[in-house]
């Protein structure tokens, strides 16, 4: 752990005003949850633990119960103070976020949550930590939430009046040359791997996996997104179509099941288990403690194409993305090639597109055409307002602070907190998303027939019209069609929806305001402007849904008010998810909004559903 985390933690552990409040609160015997059960308790309720319990607990966990006391407080007590206009600055450091146990990165969702503190986080720093803390929200029928990197956009990691697992100090990285899972010797080969605290963040693993130890390990793309959090929703970073989702690449898990056991879940142990951790989503078939990964020789070059076209008139950006179509079609749809087409009201088109095992002279000759195509109908069609730039980097130096902040000094941000460990950076292309509140936000799986010439017609339309409305990107490394066969076999053996095989991209469509807390003084989101845009998002949305209506969705970045939710995420594969939770949690101890088994419980997760809830 570094300097800087540790002394966030322990101001933390010093500010709480531990557990004194709670002592005059009525004591009356907790009864476990059963299936029978049909709510959890909250604060000042009989069943809620007493202060003497809280405290067993607290010397349980060898002092690492704390109080959770939001910074949000700071501005409710003094709106203009110091403290609140600190906390907002660090709201834009998703570094300073996650050393929070009162913050998530997303700070809300208008008419779907807003971020709330639990009452109670367990900073866990060892797998009995865990333990501790399931067995006793267990015994005490409380509402559970696990926090890791605090990524998610549909407010998985927070809930009032909860017990926190708040794993952000469970963070090594220990490289494996040869690693064979659990139970597997004689039945797989020995293979480098890397374990991982679930508390990690894919900036620090990549560091020490591609940068100091020379390999690749397949994560996200941003770089302060949660180890655990990303691989248990699949998971997918640029060269995914390549390497496959993260979950894909999960070759062993320490988990803490409802039961209070750790078990070890792998393809020889505990293999529903295992198979249900790959995608199922966070938070609701158990507290991961540790992860292993698959390790990749790295590729020679990594690197990337930017260029900012705007087209002069409706028409040429239709016809310029309609280019982008059929070159994409010929040239791109294969596992070399990843990342983000945006496609932006006002005709413009970002194009931040990821490469690996090609160098920078083949990727050159490879988008010459396209590029030169752009230049023949300037000035009267299209103008460059940035690039076109390509440029590769030796695969090693991809995730490096130190290289990346001497060559590429505009993507990169640090965080700026004084004392801050130097490889705290973030890409500046995530700024907006640190803190941000979601006006609207949905995802879409486009199926690979869509690139097929006599549909490409339809598919510019749709995003050309859908384009006028809300920003609409193509994360092309979030479909795996023309991914390496290796890729897709693993992908398939996973819990993901199946049309991620079939899907050349993930359409994402969203809308965000900086930070603000809904009733906050000074803070509150302009309500009216944030329900504009959610329309308008969801408008957009329909468009591209016409194309493709039972394309599926991606569970981490997905829509908070999808309907059919569990079809959209994991497809024919939920029967056989929901199988492994009533095996693993019956009561339905574990809870995330739109979890697996989650339709048994009412929208907070305290109470239980009267009739299945969608
Ligand atoms: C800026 C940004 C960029 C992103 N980029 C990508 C991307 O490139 N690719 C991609 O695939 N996704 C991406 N995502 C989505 C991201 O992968 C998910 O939101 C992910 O679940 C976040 O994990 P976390 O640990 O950071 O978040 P958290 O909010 O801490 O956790 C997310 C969920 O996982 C659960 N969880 C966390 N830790 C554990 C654990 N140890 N055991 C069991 N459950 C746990 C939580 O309870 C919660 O339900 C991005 C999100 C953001 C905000």
Redesign the pocket.
């Known amino acids: 752990m570094t300097a800087m985390r540790r002394r966030d933690i322990l101001r933390a552990l010093v500010a709480a005003p531990f557990l004194t409040g709670a002592a005059a609160r009525a004591v009356a015997a907790a009864k476990p949850l059963t299936a029978g059960s049909t709510a959890r308790v909250r604060p000042g309720d009989p069943g809620w633990p007493s202060a003497t319990q809280w405290n067993a607990l607290h010397r349980q966990t060898g002092g690492r119960l704390i109080t959770v006391r939001s910074p949000l407080e700071n501005c409710r007590d003094t709106p203009d103070g110091a403290a609140c206009r600190e906390l907002f600055k660090e709201l834009k450091n998703?570094y300073a976020i996650g050393d929070q146990v009162g913050l998530?990165?997303?700070t809300g969702w208008v008419d779907a949550w807003t971020f709330q503190p639990s009452v109670y986080a367990v900073a866990a720093e060892m797998t009995a930590d865990v333990v501790a803390a399931v067995n006793f929200a267990r015994e005490h029928n409380l509402r559970l939430?696990?926090?890791?990197?605090?990524?998610?956009?549909l407010g998985?990691?927070n809930s009032p009046d909860s017990l926190l697992?708040w794993?952000r100090r469970m963070n090594p990285v220990v490289m494996h040359d040869g690693f064979v899972a659990q139970g597997c010797t004689g039945q797989a080969d020995p293979q480098p791997a890397v374990s991982v605290g679930?508390?990690a963040?894919w900036g620090h693993t990549y560091n020490e996996v591609t940068t100091k130890a020379g390999r690749y390990v397949q994560g996200?793309?941003?770089l302060?997104?949660?180890?655990?959090?990303?691989v248990?929703?699949?998971?997918?970073?640029s060269y995914s179509k390549q390497f496959s989702?993260?979950a894909a690449n999960l070759l062993q898990a320490e988990?803490v099941t409802a039961d209070g056991k750790v078990r070890i879940a792998n393809a020889c142990t505990n293999p529903d288990l295992y198979w249900g951790l790959k995608g199922g989503?966070?938070?609701?078939?158990?507290?991961?403690?540790r992860l292993t990964l698959r390790t990749h020789d790295l590729p020679n070059f990594f690197g990337g194409v930017f260029a900012t076209i705007h087209a002069q008139s409706d028409a040429a950006f239709r016809r310029l993305i309609s280019r982008l179509i059929a070159f994409y079609a010929d040239n791109l749809f294969n596992p070399h090639w990843g990342e983000i087409v945006t496609l932006r009201p006002g005709n413009q088109m970002d194009i931040r597109m990821a490469f690996q095992g090609l160098d920078q002279q083949q990727a050159e000759a490879i988008w010459r055409p396209f590029f030169d195509w752009v230049v023949t109908a300037m000035p009267d069609d299209f103008a460059y307002w940035l690039g076109p730039t390509i440029r590769s980097v030796a695969a090693r130096r991809r995730w490096d602070p130190a290289f990346l902040k001497a060559y590429l000094p505009g993507a990169l941000l640090v965080d700026d907190r004084p004392g801050a460990p130097a490889d705290n950076v973030f890409w500046a292309a995530?700024l907006a998303?640190?803190g941000h509140f979601i006006f609207g936000y949905e995802s879409l799986w486009l199926p690979a027939a869509l690139l097929q010439r006599d549909q490409q017609g339809a598919l510019a339309d749709a995003l050309a019209t859908a384009s006028r409305l809300a920003p609409v990107e193509l994360h092309f490394q979030?479909g795996l069609a023309g991914g390496s066969p290796a890729a897709r076999a693993a992908a398939r053996d996973t819990a993901m929806n199946p049309k991620v095989l079939d899907a050349f991209a993930l359409a994402i469509v969203g809308g965000e305001g900086p930070p603000t807390y809904p009733n906050l003084a000074g803070h509150a989101p302009d309500l009216v402007a944030a329900r504009k845009s959610a329309g308008m998002v969801g408008s957009a949305m329909a468009l591209l849904k016409r194309l493709a209506p039972d394309g599926g969705c991606?569970f981490?970045?997905s829509n908070f008010f999808e309907s059919g939710w569990p079809q959209a995420y994991w497809g024919p594969n939920y029967p056989r998810l929901m199988a492994v939770k009533q095996k693993y949690d019956p009561t339905g101890l574990?809870f995330?909004h739109h979890?697996v088994g989650s339709e048994a419980w009412n929208a907070d997760g305290f109470t239980r559903a009267a009739a299945g809830r969608g």
């Open positions: 998703p998530t990165q997303t939430v696990i926090k890791g990197g605090g990524h998610s956009y998985r990691s697992i794993t679930p508390g963040i996200g793309g941003c302060t997104v949660g180890v655990a959090g990303l248990l929703a699949g998971g997918f970073g989702t993260a988990v989503g966070g938070g609701s078939l158990g507290a991961v403690t995530n998303e640190a979030k991606y981490a970045e574990f995330v979890g």
